[in-house]
């Protein structure tokens, strides 16, 4: 499997964007799709994550109530729509997949390039 993110860009506080997660390959409804998040500086960490199947949906905290994440099947393409975004949101967006029910970066895998999205304040 490989993994495309895309969508990222430039967008002011209190401003909104959506990016995208590419799946091309061979996928399963149970695979469980996630989203992570690196800042200069700072180490991986988990942003939402959601199986192709439509459940097992998890956030974290610092993003709960502004981000929804979203699987299309018939496009193999998950979504990340963000909204209220705040400076400390800028970061480099990176899509993985797992087998298993984590929020550990260690046990996804097929790791994407990632996506840039900066706010500005």
């Known amino acids: 499997v490989q993994l495309q993110a895309s969508g990222g860009g430039l967008v002011q506080a209190g401003g909104s964007l959506r990016i995208s997660c590419a799946a091309s390959?061979?996928?399963?409804?149970?695979?469980?799709m996630g989203w992570f998040r690196q800042a200069p500086g700072k180490e991986r960490e988990f942003v939402a994550r959601?199986?192709?199947?439509?459940?097992?949906?998890y956030y974290a905290d610092s993003v709960k109530g502004r981000f929804t994440i979203s699987a299309d099947n018939a496009k193999s393409t998950v979504y990340l729509e963000m909204n209220s975004l705040k400076s400390e949101d800028t970061a480099l967006y990176y899509c993985?997949?797992?087998?298993?029910?984590?929020?550990?970066?260690?046990?996804?895998?097929?790791w994407g390039q990632g996506t840039l999205v900066t706010v500005s304040s």
């Open positions: 390959g061979r996928t399963f409804d149970r695979d469980v």
């Open positions: 993985a997949v797992t087998s298993i029910n984590t929020i550990r970066p260690t046990n996804y895998y097929h």
């Open positions: 959601i199986r192709w199947l439509g459940d097992w949906i």
